[in-house]
């Protein structure tokens, strides 16, 4: 069953801030609707009474003290960066404002 | 814009408004790493593996905040949920590092409760329950700078970021629509997000500069006809100050009601305000909430606080700002209007304290309302920020009391303390301001006076009293306005022999 088509990828696409070819638009949709068809087996082995599990450890409030503690040294922050400038993260301009 | 046009709005449509408020709390560290909180750090000094979004770090919960969030849950009279889980957020944008936020979406740690606002009306003091939807945990974000374009989005070339804040804890506080303000809309927004700060500082759980962005409110308008149902609403993001929540409701009302009646339609969107001019401008249309793909954080395990936590907690609460400031009202005995100049000004803390160290509630409103808020309009300052303490103001009241000082000389004190001339008696030794009451040297100066201009002296010895103002001026003069005028006037009579 296709459950993925053309127009979520364009959206997807687009959420992401591709530029897809026509031909990227196809080659994604036949693969994630691959993947999705291979996860969707999940759903026939579910039944309905099993509530869907997003922690695997039956476990509740874990929490951390309210006590600063160091971080990274700049300079090693900035040799992870890919561009970095004026102690700053640097990234490609933003053609949209933030979600 | 005028005013008639916004009394044109209501002349044909009833808004709805909605609010979004984050607001940092004042935690010592991030949400989910032992990062400081510390405001006005170097550029990505406060930043690790975890706010950073490395692989293979994993986030672990600040208790602090969830106890702030719960707190706040309960003020604002919401149910604590017994289980409630984190979600991932998903989007792209390089404000966080990690491609998503951590934040709660379907199962909130608090829902369903309300806040009573106050607003001044022609008549008089108008209650209005804001209801709360609910309130969620989530994190900060990081902060971008545009570089060329002028620091604008558009013409942009690139983007700098800073993790500082990224990861902060902050707290969405989200109502329900609020319908059936007519036109007190604008009001009520502004009276609720600083109800919102009042109770936020009462509880202790965040001192709210807003001046450095630690509250930001997304205000949601629409408009309909009455009668009818409601309208397509727009969201207008990142408002940050009390004056702007007022003026960024004012102005989409008259902007969506100028569409509406050019037979427009009302585009669900996200706009801009613009502190400068007050107006909003279109965002992009607004990305659906399943664009973001929420599903629970698989690394956080969920939050359940138990009964005994909740009413743990509970017990910490203070009184809660509105029921104080009914309370002081009653106690100081004054006016609506008084009470709301009192908590307009920011004065109520002030002016408790100083009752509290032992100044009489008149007195206490007297300097705060009246000498001090001059000094800090004059100086474009906020009350608290004046370097004078209520124990400052005990002080020269006693010796008002005493009769070592007159009002006009403590005036003087008051003026030279906020001046950073010294303490009280600093500025009293340096300004010479002490009450001449040594009546020798008074009488000497009557004398003196009363042979300066002895046509006068005649008049008062002749029963004409009200001629006596003269040579009180001439002594007040005399002793540079440091007498007790009255004091000066009854030595002068008993001298020249004439009683009233």
């Known amino acids: ?99 | 814009m005028t005013s008639t046009a916004f009394d044109h709005v209501m002349t044909e449509f009833e808004p709805v408004i909605g609010l979004e408020t984050h607001i940092e709390l004042g935690t010592h560290t991030k949400m989910f790493c032992g990062c400081s909180t510390e405001f006005g750090g170097d550029p990505n000094t406060h930043v690790c593996p975890v706010c950073l979004g490395l692989p293979g770090s994993m986030p672990a919960v600040n208790r602090t905040a969830v106890e702030s969030t719960i707190r706040m849950g309960l003020a604002l009279s919401c149910s604590i949920a017994p289980w409630s889980r984190f979600a991932r957020k998903n989007y792209f944008y390089p404000d966080m590092p990690k491609n998503y936020q951590i934040s709660q979406y379907d199962e909130p740690l608090c829902i369903n409760g309300f806040l009573d606002v106050t607003v001044i009306t022609e008549d008089g003091p108008k209650v209005f329950r804001v209801e709360i939807e609910r309130v969620h945990m989530e994190e900060d974000t990081g902060k971008l700078t545009h570089g060329g374009g002028a620091g604008r989005i558009h013409g942009a070339t690139h983007s700098l970021v800073d993790y500082n804040r990224a990861g902060i804890p902050l707290i969405e506080v989200v109502t329900k629509p609020i319908s059936g303000t007519g036109s007190l809309a604008p009001e009520v927004a502004k009276a609720y997000v600083a109800e919102l700060r009042e109770l936020m500082r009462a509880l202790g759980v965040s001192d709210v500069r807003m001046e450095e962005g630690s509250l930001r409110c997304d205000v949601n308008v629409s408009l309909s006809r009455p009668g009818q149902s409601w309208g397509t609403r727009t969201e207008t993001k990142n408002v940050n100050s009390l004056r702007s929540v007022e003026r960024a409701v004012r102005t989409e009302m008259v902007r969506q009601a100028e569409r509406l009646r050019n037979g427009d339609r009302i585009i669900q969107e996200t706009r801009h305000f613009n502190e400068e001019t007050g107006n909003t401008t279109s965002g992009r249309s607004k990305e659906q909430a399943e664009d973001y793909r929420y599903f629970p954080e698989p690394d956080l395990i969920p939050v359940a606080p138990s009964e005994e936590w909740v009413n743990e907690l509970r017990t910490t609460l203070p009184e809660i700002p509105s029921v104080r400031r009914a309370r002081l009202q009653q106690v100081w005995d004054i006016s609506d209007f008084d009470m709301a100049s009192v908590v307009n000004a920011g004065a109520l803390d002030l002016i408790e304290q100083t009752i509290d160290s032992g100044v009489s509630e008149q007195a206490a409103r007297k300097w705060w309302m009246g000498e001090f808020s001059r000094i800090a309009n004059e100086r474009g300052c906020d009350l608290v920020d004046l370097p004078v303490q209520p124990l400052d103001i005990r002080q020269v009241e006693s010796l008002i009391a005493s009769g070592d000082l007159t009002d006009k000389l403590a005036r003087s004190v008051f003026e030279g303390v906020i001046a950073g001339e010294g303490s009280v008696a600093e500025v009293i030794s340096l300004r010479e301001l002490k009450v001449v009451s040594d009546d020798s040297s008074l009488i000497a100066a009557i004398d003196q006076a009363l042979s300066d201009q002895p046509d006068i002296a005649e008049k008062i010895k002749s029963g004409k009293i009200q001629a006596s103002g003269a040579i009180v001026g001439a002594v007040m003069k005399a002793t540079k306005g440091q007498a007790d005028a009255a004091k000066v006037r009854a030595l002068l009579l008993e001298q020249l022999g004439v009683s009233e």
């Not at chain 1, 693969?31 to 309905?48: F, G, K, N, T, Y």
């Open chain 1, 1 to 99: 069953m296709a459950s993925i088509d053309r127009e979520q990828v364009v959206h997807l696409g687009r959420l992401a801030r591709l530029e897809l070819s026509e031909s990227e638009v196809a080659h994604y949709t036949e693969q994630l609707d691959q993947i999705l068809s291979a996860i969707a087996a999940i759903s026939e082995v579910a039944a309905e009474d099993i509530p869907p599990t997003s922690h695997p450890i039956p476990m509740t409030n874990v929490f951390r003290d309210d006590i600063p503690t160091p971080g990274l040294d700049r300079s090693v922050v900035a040799e992870g960066a890919p561009a970095w400038e004026d102690d700053r993260f640097l990234v490609p301009r933003i053609l949209d404002e933030p979600a």
